[in-house]
């Protein structure tokens, strides 16, 4: 029979794929990816839709439940595309997760038996979130906060986001009643018309403070934003300061060019492993304040005590602050201009002098420095967006050989590509995965590499 969308089959869930998909097979062999199936569970699903080497199901009745199985504690899981493992136990979770990395150097860099630690687990996968990003939906008379459903741009209303720190969630919960008092309109991408687009939270565990961003297709009138801003830190106890950001353009991007302060305050500081960070509307920071301090110890610990680190990708500059205790001087690179700017601060906050930082694409910054003669560092910090290295980056890190390299990345498949291309020079030490982001689908990997000897 050829299988058509709306189908029902039987299916049995042999493991976990992304997505919180599980992942079985048809009859003629076609991979089946799941929604809401488990390994080892045996389900019945409706197709959704079919390509030529998978389709998609959604599993809709259970002959056989997976004692792995939970029911997770937040009312929108199933609508909202935020989370997408809340039915799964965490053991199960965290297992998946250190095997994918574990597979991703087996299929990608071809690297079997890999030094593979276990997965830094988090005490509590609840609550952890210290920045929450919420489209706006609904209309001018009753404007909604929430998150997008998956695969689409519907905004699923969300009162309290289980996985937020309950600061977050303070705004959360009254922001769009601010919105609705003084008018102002969702933005409608299909007319152009309306106002507002997103609301940014972040939220400093070492203060108990927020600071709330409204991202905004244009500017309101200036009477109509400081009523909003008065009465959003009214109903919010722990907000200490609103801004707005101007994104005009016809983009899926979430933020524009602007951003300009409303009331209060501009930055929040938070500490990692007893230094002071600031953290401004727009800064990069990482999302988990309690296991950041497990993952950037873990890359401490990669780079032993030396003459000169380098820092490729540096944010808001945490890395290069806490590389400062391991050398005599670290150099740090950035293409962020707000980024550098908190970096500046955080290293005058922590009375850092052996720390500079550089404005400009990490790929063209190295290439730079080797072209001047620079000396060659003793090791190399990365944590690079989720494509990971460019090209030309690895072949300068090949070519300028630093002793030791360590890599912090999101995403392990790149990753994966990335220790590939540098295993002619370099072997691969330690491998230790962290989950900063409980209940998703993703997974953080410290690694280590030492330049091999010829």
Same mark, same amino acid.
């Given at each position: 029979?050829?299988?058509?969308?709306?189908?029902?089959?039987?299916?049995?869930?042999?493991?976990?794929?992304?997505?919180?998909?599980?992942?079985?097979?048809?009859?003629?062999?076609?991979?089946?990816?799941?929604?809401?199936?488990?390994? #080892?569970?045996?389900?019945?699903?409706?197709?959704?839709?079919?390509?030529?080497?998978?389709?998609?199901?959604?599993?809709?009745?259970?002959?056989?439940?997976?004692?792995?199985?939970?029911?997770?504690?937040?009312?929108?899981?199933?609508?909202? #595309?935020?989370?997408?493992?809340?039915?799964?136990?965490?053991?199960?979770?965290?297992?998946?997760?250190?095997?994918?990395?574990?597979?991703?150097?087996?299929?990608?860099?071809?690297?079997?038996?890999?030094?593979?630690?276990?997965?830094?687990?988090?005490?509590?996968?609840?609550?952890?979130?210290?920045? &929450?990003?919420?489209?706006?939906? #609904?209309?001018? /008379?009753?404007?909604?906060?929430?998150?997008?459903?998956?695969?689409?741009?519907?905004?699923?209303?969300?009162?309290?986001?289980?996985? +937020?720190?309950?600061?977050?969630?303070?705004?959360? =919960?009254?922001? =769009?009643?601010?919105? +609705?008092?003084?008018?102002?309109?969702?933005?409608?991408?299909?007319? &152009?018309?309306?106002?507002?687009?997103?609301?940014?939270?972040?939220? /400093?565990?070492?203060?108990?403070? /927020?600071?709330?961003?409204?991202?905004?297709?244009?500017?309101?009138?200036?009477?109509?934003?400081?009523?909003? =801003?008065?009465?959003?830190?009214?109903?919010?106890?722990?907000?200490?300061?609103? &801004?707005?950001?101007?994104?005009?353009? $016809?983009?899926?991007?979430?933020? &524009?060019?602007?951003?300009?302060?409303?009331?209060?305050?501009?930055?929040?500081?938070?500490?990692?492993?007893?230094?002071?960070?600031?953290? /401004?509307?727009?800064?990069?920071? +990482?999302?988990?304040?309690?296991?950041?301090?497990?993952?950037?110890?873990?890359?401490?610990?990669?780079? #032993?005590?030396?003459?000169?680190?380098?820092?490729?990708?540096?944010?808001?500059?945490?890395?290069?602050?806490? =590389?400062?205790?391991?050398?005599?001087?670290?150099?740090?690179?950035?293409?962020?201009?707000?980024?550098?700017?908190?970096?500046?601060? $955080?290293?005058?906050?922590?009375?850092?002098?052996?720390?500079?930082?550089?404005?400009?694409?990490?790929?063209?910054?190295?290439?730079?420095?080797?072209?001047?003669? +620079?000396?060659?560092?003793?090791?190399?910090?990365?944590?690079?967006?989720?494509?990971?290295?460019?090209?030309?980056?690895?072949?300068?890190?090949?070519?300028?050989?630093?002793?030791?390299?360590?890599?912090?990345?999101?995403?392990?498949?790149?990753?994966?590509?990335?220790?590939?291309?540098?295993?002619?020079?370099?072997?691969?030490?330690?491998?230790?995965?962290?989950?900063?982001?409980?209940?998703?689908?993703?997974?953080?990997?410290?690694?280590?590499?030492?330049?091999?000897?010829?």
């Amino acid at each position: 029979m050829t299988v058509q969308v709306g189908h029902a089959l039987n299916l049995k869930i042999d493991r976990m794929g992304m997505n919180g998909e599980g992942v079985g097979r048809l009859d003629a062999g076609q991979l089946a990816f799941v929604a809401d199936g488990l390994p #080892g569970e045996e389900v019945t699903a409706t197709v959704t839709e079919i390509r030529r080497s998978f389709v998609r199901a959604v599993a809709t009745a259970r002959q056989r439940t997976s004692p792995a199985r939970v029911t997770p504690p937040c009312a929108v899981y199933r609508e909202c #595309g935020g989370c997408a493992l809340q039915h799964w136990n965490y053991a199960e979770e965290l297992a998946y997760k250190e095997d994918r990395v574990r597979q991703a150097l087996g299929r990608i860099a071809g690297i079997e038996g890999p030094p593979v630690e276990p997965i830094r687990g988090a005490d509590d996968p609840y609550g952890y979130r210290n920045k &929450g990003q919420f489209p706006w939906g #609904g209309n001018a /008379s009753e404007p909604t906060l929430g998150l997008y459903q998956r695969g689409s741009h519907r905004v699923v209303p969300v009162p309290s986001c289980a996985i +937020q720190d309950p600061l977050v969630n303070e705004v959360l =919960a009254v922001a =769009a009643r601010a919105a +609705q008092k003084h008018r102002l309109a969702p933005y409608d991408p299909a007319t &152009g018309t309306g106002v507002l687009r997103h609301l940014l939270v972040r939220s /400093s565990r070492a203060q108990q403070a /927020s600071l709330a961003l409204l991202v905004a297709a244009h500017r309101p009138p200036a009477n109509v934003l400081q009523d909003f =801003a008065t009465d959003l830190l009214a109903a919010a106890p722990h907000l200490v300061g609103v &801004g707005i950001n101007l994104n005009p353009g $016809n983009t899926n991007r979430v933020l &524009g060019p602007q951003t300009l302060p409303l009331s209060g305050a501009t930055h929040l500081f938070d500490q990692i492993l007893d230094m002071r960070f600031r953290m /401004s509307f727009t800064s990069f920071f +990482q999302v988990n304040p309690r296991q950041v301090e497990v993952l950037y110890q873990l890359a401490m610990d990669g780079l #032993g005590m030396v003459d000169e680190i380098w820092d490729l990708y540096a944010g808001v500059g945490t890395l290069a602050a806490l =590389a400062s205790r391991h050398a005599r001087r670290v150099r740090a690179i950035e293409v962020h201009p707000a980024a550098i700017a908190d970096a500046q601060v $955080n290293f005058r906050e922590n009375g850092l002098t052996a720390v500079t930082i550089e404005t400009g694409e990490a790929e063209r910054v190295v290439a730079r420095w080797v072209a001047s003669g +620079q000396a060659v560092p003793d090791a190399v910090i990365m944590d690079p967006p989720r494509s990971g290295l460019r090209p030309e980056m690895v072949d300068a890190l090949l070519a300028l050989a630093p002793c030791r390299l360590v890599y912090v990345s999101c995403n392990p498949d790149s990753w994966a590509r990335d220790v590939a291309a540098l295993s002619p020079r370099y072997q691969l030490q330690r491998v230790a995965p962290v989950d900063m982001f409980p209940r998703t689908d993703h997974v953080e990997v410290v690694s280590s590499m030492v330049l091999r000897r010829v």
